[in-house]
């Protein structure tokens, strides 16, 4: 069953280190402060997938990020921390979005786009799974789009720009791990900008 209103330790430990990573012990200490979370200054989440966390604790650090670094700068932040929770997925926790098993060494050069629609919709499937069924996904000559619809990354963000960047990372690094080269993600659409559904262009890379 998809839980509702939560999300997985994991995302917020890797948020709180890559933030921590770029604004210190001193700046992550205020940001902290800022938003009310003192909880997390002593101890970060766990290093797990367990649901604790409400996904306002997430939106309200994002939102700080965005108040104090401005979305560019707090967009570079959630940009890799998305990286980082692929990689630590693959590495810890593969089961989760059903990749057991995937070699992507193995996969034929001429292939590899085909295999990563295909993997992808695997992993598609298992989010949805943990979720809920907000996920849509659309085959076009330009590459995989992606939709989702409510958005748990930007719920109850304003902003001017699209700000889903952790999805942009996490999606870069799904592609650039089956495709074995540095793949372009965009997010075109967003709720927190006044659009219906957060969409994302996977763009198909030269073979």
Same mark, same amino acid.
């Given at each position: 069953?998809?839980?509702?209103?939560?999300?997985?330790?994991?995302?917020?430990?890797?948020?709180?280190?890559?933030?921590?990573?770029? %604004? &210190? =012990?001193? +700046?992550?200490? #205020? !940001?902290?402060?800022?938003? $009310?979370?003192?909880? *997390?200054?002593?101890?970060?989440?766990?290093?797990?997938?367990?649901?604790?966390?409400?996904?306002?604790?997430?939106?309200?650090?994002?939102?700080?990020?965005?108040?104090? %670094? &401005? =979305?560019? +700068?707090?967009? #570079? !932040?959630?940009?890799?921390? $998305?990286?980082?929770? *692929?990689?630590?997925?693959?590495?810890?926790?593969?089961?989760?979005?059903?990749?057991?098993?995937?070699?992507?060494?193995?996969?034929?050069?001429?292939?590899?786009?085909?295999?990563?629609?295909?993997?992808?919709?695997?992993?598609?499937?298992?989010?949805?799974?943990?979720?809920?069924?907000?996920?849509?996904?659309?085959?076009?000559?330009?590459?995989?789009?992606?939709?989702?619809?409510?958005?748990?990354?930007?719920?109850?963000?304003?902003?001017?720009?699209?700000?889903?960047?952790?999805?942009?990372?996490?999606?870069?690094?799904?592609?650039?791990?089956?495709?074995?080269?540095?793949?372009?993600?965009?997010?075109?659409?967003?709720?927190?900008?006044?659009?219906?559904?957060?969409?994302?262009?996977?763009?198909?890379?030269?073979?």
């Amino acid at each position: 069953m998809p839980h509702r209103g939560k999300l997985p330790n994991i995302l917020f430990y890797i948020t709180l280190h890559v933030c921590e990573d770029i %604004l &210190g =012990e001193k +700046g992550m200490f #205020s !940001i902290l402060k800022y938003t $009310g979370l003192e909880k *997390f200054i002593d101890e970060f989440p766990a290093k797990d997938l367990d649901l604790t966390h409400n996904y306002e604790d997430f939106t309200t650090i994002t939102t700080a990020l965005i108040e104090v %670094l &401005g =979305e560019n +700068g707090a967009g #570079s !932040i959630m940009l890799e921390a $998305g990286r980082r929770a *692929f990689d630590l997925m693959v590495d810890v926790a593969p089961y989760l979005f059903n990749i057991e098993g995937v070699e992507p060494e193995k996969i034929a050069p001429g292939r590899r786009f085909e295999e990563f629609l295909k993997i992808y919709k695997v992993m598609t499937d298992a989010a949805s799974n943990i979720f809920g069924d907000v996920y849509t996904i659309l085959e076009q000559e330009v590459g995989l789009i992606y939709e989702i619809s409510p958005c748990y990354l930007c719920e109850g963000l304003r902003t001017k720009n699209a700000i889903c960047y952790i999805q942009v990372g996490f999606m870069a690094g799904a592609a650039e791990w089956i495709m074995g080269k540095k793949t372009v993600v965009k997010e075109t659409l967003c709720i927190a900008k006044g659009d219906d559904r957060c969409r994302f262009v996977v763009v198909r890379p030269e073979e």
